[in-house]
């Protein structure tokens, strides 16, 4: 079956923009977790949807958002982007028991 | 505050040697732990895990060891290949919550 697939793999972006970023899930999967992962910070957990509902949020400031749509599809969205925000963003899905995530590549974000 | 400490940044290791990559928690809620590999540009992949109700699970060359009473899990690698180099993230989950706390990750170099 597919895997996890998030879109685009890179962008762009300059401060004060704003980027919205996709992941679809394994076919099956309800949960979507998304984590920013950059140098000597590890995986940090933003957020957590199940069944289009926020269920687990992370530490981050508000201008990190997301939604998940019916078809458990999820979005990401950081506004007013700074530089900091440059990292790999992982999303990842289960099928909400126990046995982990399975991960997407990512999608590499570079705010300039 | 991390709760899921990986204090070894990086790690070099000969062929055929043993890899023993670290990994503390401090939160004694925690009940299941896993591993992940992480080449470049890919998303995570699941190695292996531990349940609390174990101190010991091995999957071929890879084991997972846990002290409860340590807060301390470490992955043992044996033997060490070349294709094994890649980031090591421990990963701790609280029963029911879904939402699994990643360590900073190790690097791991195994050298031909």
């Known amino acids: 079956k597919a895997g996890v697939t998030q879109t685009p793999r890179y962008l762009i972006k300059t401060r004060g923009q704003q980027v919205t970023l996709s992941c679809s899930p394994i076919s099956g999967h309800r949960s979507v977790s998304w984590y920013q992962q950059t140098p000597g910070q590890g995986l940090q957990f933003l957020f957590e949807?199940?069944?289009?509902?926020?269920?687990n949020k992370g530490n981050f400031p508000g201008r990190f958002s997301g939604r998940q749509f019916s078809n458990s599809r999820s979005e990401m969205n950081v506004s007013t982007l700074e530089l900091g925000d440059s990292a790999l963003y992982l999303c990842?899905?289960?099928?909400?028991?126990?046995?982990?995530?399975?991960f997407g590549s990512g999608t590499r974000l570079t705010v300039v | 505050d991390q709760q899921v400490k990986q204090n070894s940044p990086s790690l070099s290791v000969q062929e055929g040697r043993i890899s023993i990559l670290n990994c503390d928690y401090t939160?004694?809620?925690?009940?299941?732990f896993l591993w992940y590999k992480k080449y470049p540009a890919e998303g995570p992949t699941f190695l292996i895990s531990?349940?609390?109700?174990?101190d010991k699970n091995e999957d071929g060359r890879f084991t997972v060891f846990l002290n409860k009473s340590a807060k301390h899990l470490s992955l043992h690698i044996v033997p060490s290949q070349p294709g094994d180099s890649a980031v090591y993230f421990c990963?701790?989950?609280?029963?029911?919550?879904?939402?699994?706390?990643f360590g900073t990750g190790t690097r791991l170099k195994v050298l031909a």
């Open positions: 531990i349940s609390s109700i174990k």
């Open positions: 939160n004694s809620m925690f009940d299941y």
């Open positions: 949807y199940f069944s289009e509902t926020q269920r």
């Open positions: 990963a701790a989950s609280g029963s029911g919550t879904y939402k699994y706390i």
């Open positions: 990842a899905s289960s099928d909400d028991t126990i046995y982990g995530y399975t």
